[in-house]
């Protein structure tokens, strides 16, 4: 408004009148920023675009960003990954008045509030983005206070407006998170952890009509290079907007439960075994499971989204994955570990007959593995694979393990429980034991 005065006012005009005019308009012109700063950072207003009104479950409602800054960016400035998979139930609103149902009004107690995660998430956006509307840290205690006199129930309707608060008629506002029926939250985060404490199901949200969104977690699964764009899931990973249109190729607690029972049942768990390597480790789930198992666990993996994604959703350290090829690795280490799975590997060396033969391959696998060798391939009765693999029945794959390896012993543990369509072609492979 400011600069619009200064270019149509000549110089003279400007020095005689100017001050007046500011003295008069100051107070509109700050009021009109503060209100169109509000209408720009939630998105109510977007050009040519239309917004509906519908009744959402609440939880079906996740995370959104601060600000007006979308939610899979504000992930990435708070390297919070999971915020916007994240229900607004397990939020830090909701979070916030369950804390005051358990102490009370302890919880506005300097050294208490400041460690909530509602005072952190309100000092994270303050000092990452800057605030529209308050920059005082001190403020957000007086924004908890009023947040939960509403929830006691007491009629604040005649009060003020307090700096960010929303108006009366300004609805919920969320955006579609693609492939899933989950909505990021946009504004009323407030709004929604009040009634979902007083016990409400459902709440009446105004839908941006603009574009659907990935969260974080889709958009990394969906550059992962063996799934190739498919909403495909190699591995376990648990998340609200996966549940409906993503499947699980190898469900994968099946043949850990034959690992487990099998190092049990020959007392090979730690602290005999120690070390544990899986070859072709995909996301890294087995690497975490064989963490929490008491291994000093790692896994190989080549493609390196595969690996983040394991660092971010299973909480795996950098150093536990080896992003290396796996013929390269394999030829160069001098490591040995007591415990190697071998999973689903080494039938695109049999296949694809453009690298190393499997016979290199296992005898490479022989010598890092101290006590046992988790083997599984991919055999004659599946479809897919044609005359691929014709000859590579449960008798054939043990004769073959013993022909070219050092184990005494090879132990059929049964089969994976991944022949389901999609994928009724494939799998239901046998899982051995190869043991010195």
Sequence with gaps: MYNLLLLIMNRRLKLLILPLIFQILSPIS???DRFLKYIFS??????????NTIVVPIENLLRGGENGIRAYKYSEITNDFLRPSTPVSDGPHVELLRLYNDIGDKIIEKE???????Y??????MSLCGSQFYSNPSYIVKVAKRFIRQYNGEDLSKLPRQPGQSAPDIPIIVRSIKDSSYYEVIDGNHRIALAYMQGKKDVKVTLIDDEDVYTPLQRLLLDVMWTD?????????H???LKENWTLIRKSTDRLDKISSFLKEKRFLPPVSKTYLDVGSSYGWFVSKMAQAGFKSYGLEQDYIAISLGIQIYGLKQKQIINSNLELFLKETSDTYDVVSLLSVLHHFEISQDSIKPEELIRMIDKL???VLFFETGQSHEKAFGENLSKWTDDYIIDWLKENTTFKHIINLGKDDDCIPPFEDYYNRTLFACVR
Excluded at 229 to 237: A, C, F, G, I, N
């Design 369 to 371: 593995t101290n006590k």
């Design 120 to 125: 952190k998430n309100a000092l994270t956006s």
């Design 42 to 51: 939630t998105g109510v207003i977007r050009s040519s675009k239309k917004y």
């Design 239 to 241: 998340a609200p907007e």
């Design 112 to 118: 208490i509030f400041i460690e909530t995660p509602y």
């Design 30 to 32: 700050k009021a009109l």
């Design 229 to 237: 764009k498919r909403k495909w899931l190699y591995q376990p990973v």
